[in-house]
């Protein structure tokens, strides 16, 4: 089994950076895609950046061209580079991992929160 365990959350004002830190521990940490996710009050969870096994990311358009997304494996640690902070971005990130090949991810953190100031 793959624990997550995320850090780097806390408080901002509008046009600051913060970053983000996923530590996995268990399974080769080669074999998962991995993912951050936020939640906001009220709204729905939604997908914010994705890096494939491969190195490949993908990134929501509320966040790309600020955020970037990388892991290095050595450490078994997935990051989220914020930058440009908006009060928009106001939420709970969640760290996930899933098995290359499958749809569904498996493994989820306990999430760290992040808040933005006007």
């Known amino acids: 089994q793959v624990q997550l365990v995320e850090s780097g959350g806390g408080l901002a004002q509008a046009g600051d950076s913060l970053r983000l830190s996923c530590a996995a521990s268990g399974r080769t940490f080669s074999s998962y895609n991995m993912g951050w996710f936020r939640q906001a009050p009220g709204k729905q969870r939604e997908l914010v950046a994705r890096i494939t096994s491969g190195g490949s990311t993908y990134y929501a358009d509320s966040v790309k061209g600020r955020f970037t997304i990388s892991r290095d494996a050595a450490k078994n640690t997935v990051y989220l580079q914020m930058n440009s902070l908006k009060p928009e971005d106001t939420a709970v990130y969640y760290c996930?991992?899933?098995?290359?090949?499958?749809?569904?991810?498996?493994?989820w953190g306990q999430g760290t929160q992040v808040t933005v100031s006007s």
């Open positions: 996930a991992a899933r098995n290359v090949g499958t749809a569904n991810y498996e493994y």
